[in-house]
Nanobody
Framework: QVQLVESGGGVVQPGGSLRLSCATT????????MNWYRQPPGKQRELVAW???????HVVDSVKGRFTISRDDAKNTVFLQMNSLKPEDTAVYYC????????WGQGTQVTVSS
């Protein structure tokens, strides 16, 4: 059974940092591109970052230079390090994986507010 479990969200002041984790079970992790999405309040879900099987990382322009995605294949876990957080980063953050079907975690809330 595929499970993606996010953790690490919370409330942080602007300029602060958080590290999100997504622990996975039931997937061929080391052969999978892993993605982080987010859904701001009242908006559509959007792609934030992804990391390929070979470890090549990509982030969208709005978080470039602030967010870093990484993976630990030994622990079947993907991370999202978020620095210099801004109020517009407030969203529910989701881990995503596609292997034929789309699989999502339950999401973790990140709130950036003073």
């Amino acid at each position: 059974q595929v499970q993606l479990v996010e953790s690490g969200g919370g409330v942080v002041q602007p300029g602060g940092s958080l590290r999100l984790s997504c622990a996975t079970t039931g997937i061929v992790f080391h052969r999978s591109t892993m993605n982080w999405y987010r859904q701001p309040p009242g908006k559509q879900r959007e792609l934030v970052a992804w990391i390929t099987v070979g470890g090549s990382t990509h982030v969208v322009d709005s978080v470039k230079g602030r967010f870093t995605i990484s993976r630990d294949d030994a622990k079947n876990t993907v991370f999202l390090q978020m620095n210099s957080l801004k109020p517009e980063d407030t969203a529910v953050y989701y881990c995503h994986y596609r292997w034929g079907d789309d699989y999502w975690g339950q999401g973790t809330q990140v709130t950036v507010s003073s």
